[in-house]
């Protein structure tokens, strides 16, 4: 065969949709494995990128995404609220906790930003608390993550919510942009020293960073012994078993892993990129042989 005649043939289109995902540091993080897994069973021709972004150039690199027409993304820590000021549109999660960890190409070539985590973690969790509107919330952290979650716990109209904190400044933002949206009671307070969990009947959200990649390491906090119907989650999800996670296990809490949220928020990505449902249980073993790998 003529070589023009093979590059032509190999150059012929439509050329596959991208999409990435931006953080620092992304090493150790399976979204990859996952989102091809989730485009191969599918059927679609979509190829995903991890790419580990300085955070001195996030702007170039922004740009250069949208100037490249990949079709979406994720946006890992620490750049979920430093990418809203590239994008055409938010929707309403992602406007409300102001925090984007998931962007989308529209049909005009515009992009739109939204938060996928809240709404992944709120689907795992219904699963094991079917009361949980009858339920106090405690959730430590008030960065993208956190954020995204109360938010969609204050949508979900649980009963209270109480952001746990160092920065009360930012505690208190959250708290006051969420004001009104529903029933549920919101409110901060600071996190000074140990955090003691004492409470019977709470759900407790670990949703700061702290353990991602680091199995030794946790937040401070004590669990009182013999805790009664108590929900201990972390949205960490490398280890899946964290320090945090271990801890409430020993004071006799039910656990919740980072797994079930990752997959939840990939789920509802790939559904809008690709306009198709997924097959989460497939996702979730993807995960599990990516660590089994590593």
């Known amino acids: 065969m003529d070589t023009n005649t093979s590059l032509q043939a190999l150059m012929k289109g439509p050329l596959p949709p991208l999409y990435f995902c931006i953080g ?3 090493v150790g993080n399976p ?50 609220q430093d990418v809203l ?16 960890n998931c962007i989308t190409r529209k049909d005009d070539g515009t992009y739109i930003g939204d938060n996928t985590d809240g709404k992944g973690f709120l689907q795992s969790l219904v699963e094991i608390a079917p009361d949980l509107e009858r ?37 208190k933002t959250l708290v006051d942009n969420l004001a009104g949206i529903s029933r549920t009671t919101l409110s901060w307070e600071p996190w000074e020293g140990i955090y003691q969990i004492k409470e019977h009947d709470l759900v407790v959200v670990q949703a700061t960073s702290v ?61 809008q990129w690709t306009g198709k449902e997924p097959d989460r249980a497939l996702m979730r073993l993807s995960l599990e042989e990516a660590f089994a790998v590593c």
């Open 85 to 100: 000021s590239y994008l055409d549109e938010l929707t309403e999660s992602a406007s409300l906790c102001d925090a984007v």
């Open 211 to 271: 353990g991602l990649f680091q199995p030794d390491d946790c937040i401070k906090v004590a669990f009182t012994p013999d805790l009664h119907n108590v929900i201990a989650c972390d949205v960490v999800f490398n280890p899946v078993e964290t320090t945090f996670l271990k801890k409430a296990k020993l004071a006799g809490c039910q656990t919740l892993d980072g797994l079930g949220m990752l997959v939840n928020q990939g789920a509802i990505a790939v559904k």
């Open 24 to 26: 620092n540091p992304v």
């Open 135 to 171: 339920r106090k919330v405690v959730v430590f952290g008030s960065g993208g993550a956190a954020s995204a979650i109360v938010t969609e716990l204050a949508l979900h109209g649980v009963r209270e919510v109480v952001v746990v904190n160092r920065t009360l400044t930012r505690a």
């Open 31 to 80: 979204t990859q494995h996952m989102m091809e897994k989730a485009f191969e069973q599918l059927g679609y021709p979509g190829r995903y990128l991890t790419i580990e972004v300085d955070p001195d150039e996030l702007e170039p690199s922004i740009w250069g995404l949208l100037a490249m027409h990949f079709q979406g993304g994720n946006v890992t820590a620490p750049f979920k």
